[in-house]
């Protein structure tokens, strides 16, 4: 099993930056990827970024080159550093864990609300 806990939302304004955090433990040494996923009211979650255990990165096609993902091995945790925010990115964020079982794990999500 692997737990994933996320932080760092909140409410920003058009055009900031925010950072979130997604921290693992439990069986890590089974994570293949990890990513970002998100759901905005009335649509279905999405994958935002993923990032491998060997650092290959992807991207939706409507955060590149506005968000980054990287992760920190030592501390068990994936960023999603978030600039130039608009109104469209307002969503619930979750973590996700791809375990080499092929098991997805989720965590609960982090609210991000950008204001225009």
């Known amino acids: 099993q692997v737990q994933l806990v996320e932080s760092g939302g909140g409410l920003v304004q058009t055009g900031g930056s925010l950072r979130l955090s997604c921290a693992a433990s439990?069986?890590?040494?089974?994570?293949?990827?990890m990513g970002w996923y998100r759901q905005a009211p009335g649509k279905q979650r999405g994958l935002v970024a993923r990032i491998t255990n060997g650092g290959t990165t992807n991207y939706a096609d409507s955060v590149k080159g506005r968000f980054t993902i990287s992760r920190d091995n030592a501390k068990n945790t994936v960023y999603l550093q978030m600039n130039s925010l608009k109104p469209e990115d307002t969503a619930v964020y979750y973590c996700n864990a791809e375990a080499s079982d092929t098991r997805q794990y989720w965590g609960r999500g982090t609210l991000v609300t950008v204001s225009s």
């Open positions: 439990g069986s890590i040494f089974s994570i293949n990827a």
